[in-house]
């Protein structure tokens, strides 16, 4: 455990120090959310209908995007050499690895959800559940990124590679999240969804650090 | 307690070197040695468990080293090439990291390497022999049995390569053992050659 929290405060005190990592992936986010009213019109009607989806599918590419340094920052300078004859377990980096992504991406995209929520003329009422939902299906992103970032370090092209990895694996987390901000925006519980999502955040958890462990110590 | 059993490393279908065999005793040092590319960092690689041997056996006390790698890691120190260190965490943030995982006074190893003064400095604005400096301090931080260390004084000046003696003294005499790959002279008085 020590070794876990050892990890994950270089890494929250990296970001702090870049804290324009953080930032593009916000403002990533917000943009794309918002350059779906200039493409579709600003008609509310058909906005709230796919602003769920639009949210989700936003919310994921913007997390994805430090994705690639994740291991590759490491790899360039040596350090992951260093943390893999550190004597820590590689599963337990790469699970210290993966809370740290979330923190530092997913976090901040749940405080800008509601400013892009807006945009998409989302209902308010629906805006706790999106930050949910949201906060789960980036979860699920962080690990399931974590460990197609264990497995691209080093394939030339990489940084291609792992977003075609990662977001197929990512679409039950899509369907979830998106089911659970349309219900509650149309007034039926969101409560089984957010369930659903947690579930799968669940199974994800012990999985993709074991399987990020592998491919670092295989590398 | 350390032994090489005929270790064979290959790069692609290409053999670097096979058949290597030595022992390494407590307290003893080994220099390797050898044109570049003759193998001498795959081998530390492999003797750090980050690259498996092709063939061959690695033996820590009579037993095989490799079986259990996060084990095999907690008695080593292993100094690449590469310095490992964060541009933007000062020199102290950077070996407080691994204080916190190994143990150790970051103070007393950055004092060791004649670091003090720059513990507050970001890491970006050392100099290259003082990044060396600063990987080198992680070996001070908490015993181990084994160093591998890939050329260490690279970039050093006379006086860094004199500390960095007096830090492989007390590491022999405490019973620890050395390996280390250079083209470089190094302080290790009575050191085996191993010639790749």
Redesign the interface.
Known sequence: M??F??VL??EL??AL??PADSLAAVMFFVLVCALFPFGIGPSPEILARIAPGALLAAGLLAALLPLDRLFGAEAE???L??L???????ALLAAAKALGHWLVTGLPLLVATPVAAAMLNLPVEAWGVAMLALGLATGVLSLFGTAGAALTLGARRGGVLLPLLVLPLSIPAVIFGAAAIEAAAGGIPARPYLLLLAALLALAAPLAPLAAGAAL?GE | MLEARDLACWRGDRAIFAGLSFTLEPGGALLLLGANGAGKSSLL?LL???IPPAEGLLLWQGQDALAD???H??R???L???????P??TAA?NLS??A???GGEVAAALASVGLSELAELPARMLSSGQKRRLALA?LALAPVPLWLLDEPTVGLDAASVERLGALLAAHRAAGGAVLAATHLPLPLPGARELVL
């Not at chain 2, 690449?80 to 964060?86: E, G, M, R, V």
């Open positions: 020590r070794g929290n050892a405060g270089r005190r990296l120090r870049h300078d040596g350090s050499d260093q893999l004859v550190s004597g820590l377990p590689p110590r | 690689r750090a468990g980050l790698r996060v084990a890691a907690a080593l120190r292993y690449s090439h590469q310095d490992a260190l964060k933007s965490l943030e990291f691994y916190r995982l190994w992680r």
